[in-house]
């Protein structure tokens, strides 16, 4: 069964970081799009990042551009996305989401994604 499991969600205050992990189990996706997007209530889901599991260039949203940042731990089939300075309207559940295809180019669009994380909530205070 493909699973991507995601953890590392929270409370934070205006200004501080958190790291979100998305990890994969049931197959790999060294060659598919890794995509990350956000959902705030009463808005529809927010393109934030994507980029091939393996590498390559990431694609940034404008309004993290400069604060988030992708790792991987190819070991562990596991990605990363650092986010700092974080700010209150970063307040969204957030998504990992994979092709099931492989992919030159990742897809910024959420329709394009097969396989999806259950989410985790992030939460920053003013």
């Known amino acids: 069964q493909v699973q991507l499991v995601e953890s590392g969600g929270g409370l934070v205050q205006a200004g501080g970081s958190l790291r979100l992990s998305c990890a994969a189990s049931?197959?790999?996706?060294?060659?598919?799009?890794l995509g990350w997007f956000r959902q705030a209530p009463g808005k529809e889901r927010e393109f934030v990042a994507a980029h091939r599991w393996s590498g390559g260039n990431t694609y940034y949203a404008d309004s993290v551009k400069g604060r988030f940042t992708i790792s991987r731990d190819n070991a562990k089939n596991s990605v990363y996305r650092q986010m700092n300075s974080l700010k209150p309207e970063d307040t969204a559940v957030y998504y990992c989401a994979a092709t099931r295809a492989p992919t030159r180019a990742p897809t910024l669009s959420w329709r394009d994604y097969d396989y999806w994380g259950q989410g985790t909530q992030v939460t920053v205070s003013s």
């Open positions: 049931g197959r790999t996706f060294s060659s598919s799009a």
